[in-house]
Nanobody, 127 residues
């Protein structure tokens, strides 16, 4: 059973950076597309970014394009989300999720596409 653990959340000032990590245990992460999602209080969970199994294809929500970068190190079984120029509206619990292999199907930002979820890490952007 694939297990995912997020880390790296915390309190950061507006305009600052933060890097989230999603570490996997169990099956090798190499074959899974990975997505990052976030959920703010009173709001639905939304897709932030995703990366395919090889790392050659990525996707971003319009709200984070140009500020966030997703990457993966399959040797370390870890996916990262580098967040720059953070804004108060980025405040949320951030989750990573894995999608079982679907060859030739690009990763997407819909939560229902994903099969395994981490427990989440809180990101708070405030002065």
């Amino acid at each position: 059973q694939l297990q995912l653990v997020e880390s790296g959340g915390g309190l950061v000032q507006p305009g600052g950076p933060l890097r989230l990590s999603c570490a996997a245990s169990g099956p090798n992460l190499n074959f899974y597309a990975i997505g990052w999602f976030r959920q703010a209080p009173g709001k639905e969970r939304e897709g932030v970014s995703c990366i395919n199994s090889s790392g050659g294809s990525t996707n971003y929500a319009d709200s984070v394009k140009g500020r966030f970068t997703i990457s993966r190190d399959n040797a370390k079984n870890t996916v990262y989300l580098q967040m720059n120029s953070l804004k108060p509206e980025d405040t949320a619990v951030y989750y990573c999720a894995a999608r079982i292999p679907k060859w030739f199907v690009p990763c997407g930002l819909g939560p229902n596409d994903y099969d395994y979820w981490g427990q989440g890490t809180q990101v708070t952007v405030s002065s």
